[in-house]
């Protein structure tokens, strides 16, 4: 599992979102169970992708993130 430490810090304050998409970003392809999200082609642009946050919400135990990728 990755832990997003800078974005749990951030995760009360309006800077969420961009904390937690510089963190994404900071990634690499290998990091990231993404290859199984490619249905239409078996290429992803390491240079390009982009996380879009469609919800999110807070438990006990954890953040939850609902995203997609573009």
């Known amino acids: 599992m990755i832990l997003f ?27 990231l169970p993404l290859i199984g999200c490619c249905t239409h082609s078996g290429l992803i642009d390491e240079d390009s992708i982009e996380v879009i946050i469609l919800s999110k919400f807070a438990t006990v135990d954890a953040i939850h993130l609902k995203e997609t990728f573009a």
Do not use: G, I
């Not at 430490?5 to 994404?24: E, G, N």
């Open 5 to 31: 430490s800078r974005a749990l810090d951030a995760w009360a304050t309006d800077d969420f979102a961009q904390v937690f998409k510089q963190d994404f970003n900071a990634l690499s392809l290998t990091e």
